[in-house]
């Protein structure tokens, strides 16, 4: 694989993961239990949109096929996705909201502080500006996780609830292949088998703070996103509601 | 009036914002929001309150804490100000040329 098809597909996986975090939070708007929350989450999907649209834009430049940052996400199936799995998962209750972007903003924190570092002058520079918002939504997923979990008899269960339905979905998060492999050896992006320990450490010690326990999935862990392309059921959903605009009418303009 | 602040209603207190919009400006009154407590409401309010650049710095103070004149306050308070135009400094003339002033 050369380094310019690795880089092409590992701006596409962060792209998507912050396209369809984006997307999921987004509906939240004018749903959220009160104002405060409605508008932060939806400043939190700004952020991912805001993420998503210079890592696609870098992608389409890259692909070199006179796409832009639309076609990239308006005008891919399914298939072509490589998002990991656990940002497409169910918004549900606000607690497992909550929680898919708690597990998910330590992980992209510690991605985008390791990508500060990076050989790649579009990376380094993009990691650089993002890490400052999402150093904001992890510590505002934090407050909420232990306020919940370390809440009232039911907000404690509903969280505990989240983290056992949410928990299979995080070992995708440091999977690799052929592309981070290349990458890796040039010095453009982390190996996140350095990342993972950073993640597990901060993950236990605010679950262990806001009384939530880690459950036991003997192992098992859910996969498919990131390498193949494979998704869950929720995957068609949320395109379908995405692209239909784009899809149906091309041409539109705002 | 209390000035407890009470826990009294599933939304949180209310709490009163005052955005500095820049370092070495008052800080002025925004607006109001819920939140459970201070970091909360401080969070709540960058979101609500700055997310267009609008300022620096950031007091979040329960609004039961805050103590105000009222309407019937008025006539005593304000009006004796009304007929007193000498405490406006109007009444010397400032030289041509100062500067800084």
């Known amino acids: 694989m050369t380094e310019e098809k690795a880089l092409y597909n590992y701006l596409i996986r962060l792209g998507d993961n912050a396209l369809i975090l984006g997307q999921r939070l987004g509906e ?32 389409a430049r890259l692909q070199a096929e006179g796409k832009d940052e639309d076609q990239l996400a308006f005008h891919r199936d399914e298939h072509d996705f490589r998002n990991n799995l656990l940002v497409e998962m169910e918004n549900g209750d606000f607690g497992q909201t909550i929680t898919r972007q708690f597990l998910f903003d330590v992980y992209q924190f510690h991605l985008l502080k390791a990508l500060c570092q990076s050989q790649n002058d579009f990376l380094k520079a993009f990691a650089e500006k993002s890490v400052k918002e999402v150093t904001y939504h992890r510590n505002l997923s934090r407050d909420w996780v232990i306020r919940l979990g370390d809440g009232t008899e039911k907000s404690h269960q509903k969280m505990q609830n989240a983290v056992n339905l949410l928990w299979q979905y995080t070992g995708e998060l440091f999977e690799m292949d052929e592309t981070d492999e290349v990458l890796i050896n040039s010095g453009i992006v982390p190996d996140l088998n350095d990342l993972r320990p950073l993640w597990e450490k901060e993950v236990k010690m605010v679950l262990d703070e806001a009384t939530l326990t880690i459950p036991d999935t003997r192992g098992y862990m859910a996969t498919g996103g990131r390498k193949k392309g494979e998704h869950t059921e929720y995957m068609g959903y949320i395109l379908a509601e995405m692209q239909y605009l784009p899809r149906s009418m091309p ?3 705002w | ?63 039961t804490e805050i103590t105000a004149t009222t309407e019937s306050d008025s006539d005593s308070f304000f009006d004796p100000a009304d007929d007193k135009v000498y405490r406006h400094p109007t009444f010397y003339t400032v030289p041509e040329g100062v500067k800084y002033l």
């Open chain 1, 28 to 59: 939240w708007c004018g749903h959220a239990h009160q104002l405060e929350s409605d508008i932060a989450l939806t400043n939190v999907a700004l952020d991912q949109i805001g993420q998503a649209r210079l890592l696609l834009s870098e992608a």
């Open chain 1, 251 to 253: 041409e539109a303009k």
């Open chain 2, 1 to 63: 009036m209390t000035n407890q602040p009470t826990d009294n209603s599933e939304q949180g207190i209310l709490w009163e914002v005052f955005v500095q919009a820049k370092p070495g400006l008052a800080h002025k009154h925004a607006g109001s929001l819920h939140a459970a407590d201070a970091e909360m409401a401080l969070k709540s309010a960058r979101d609500v309150y700055t997310r267009r650049s609008e300022g620096v710095s950031i007091w979040v103070v329960p609004a």
